[in-house]
Every structure is written in structure tokens, then in C-alpha cells.
């Protein structure tokens, strides 16, 4: 017999810019743009429909994205600079809008069955942790 998961409904503030989906926790994760220049990040449980993590918003307003999700936890990658794509810096929030760690001269390297893989920018050859 086939199980129908809920129906999504959920009003944002902007265009949904990026999304990634979580295998291991079945949430998706939404990088969410606003012509005022924010970036906010929510989260959805995709068995239940519940909200996790609400437009979130980092001090870093604008310049800010989804780099990966990892166990219902979302990475985020900072910018260099307002002209440049290159990431520079790493920040893990949880799903209670908590923020577990932040580096900001970390990479984000791959994401592993361990979990995600880093490096530190500023050091050469590249050291993995």
C-alpha cells in the first residue's frame, strides 16, 4: 500500500534561490533571496510538513548561501567579496537556530559519509579535517 506524505504549504519572503535535501534526517533546506538584499534559510520536515528551521537570518545578511547539509544541519558559506563567487568561511547551524560552530577561515572541501569535509584556507598544501 502506498503511504501519501503531507502536503508543504509555507509562505516565504523572497524566491527560493537554492534548496538541498537531507537524506539522513528528510528535511529540505531553502536558500531564500529577497530584492531587499537578504538571504534567509528555513528548513521542513518532509515526513510531517513541520517547520525547523524558520528564515533563519545570519549577521551576514546578504552574502551568505548554502554550501551543504549534513544530520539536520545546515552548512553555510560566506563570500569573499560582493563581486567574487568564491566561498570563504563555514558556519554549522542546527535545526533550533542554534549556531554549533563558525570558522571563518575554513573551505568546504566535499561532503563524506562522516560528514562534511574542511580545510584551512589559509594554509597550503591542503590540510583536510
Given amino acids: 500500500m502506498t503511504m501519501l506524505l503531507p502536503t508543504?504549504?509555507?509562505q516565504l519572503n523572497g524566491i527560493i534561490w537554492r534548496l538541498e535535501i537531507d537524506s539522513f534526517s528528510d528535511t529540505i533546506f531553502l536558500e531564500v533571496r529577497s530584492s531587499d538584499r537578504q538571504v534567509s534559510?528555513?528548513?521542513i520536515g518532509?515526513?510531517?510538513?513541520?517547520?525547523k528551521l524558520d528564515q533563519y537570518i545570519m549577521p551576514?545578511?546578504?552574502?551568505?548561501?548554502i554550501e551543504a547539509v549534513y544530520n539536520d544541519i545546515l552548512l553555510i558559506h560566506n563570500y569573499q567579496s560582493e563581486n567574487s563567487p568564491a566561498h570563504k568561511g563555514l558556519t554549522a547551524v542546527g535545526s533550533n537556530e542554534q549556531v554549533m560552530w563558525s570558522n571563518y577561515s575554513y573551505g568546504f572541501d566535499h561532503l563524506s559519509v562522516n560528514g562534511p569535509?574542511?580545510?584551512n584556507m589559509?594554509?597550503?598544501p591542503k590540510n583536510y579535517l
Fill in 41 to 43: 534559510f528555513t528548513s
Fill in 60 to 65: 551576514e545578511r546578504w552574502l551568505a548561501g
Fill in 122 to 124: 589559509q594554509l597550503q
Fill in 46 to 51: 518532509l515526513q510531517a510538513g513541520v517547520t
Fill in 8 to 10: 508543504i504549504s509555507k
Fill in 117 to 119: 569535509v574542511v580545510f
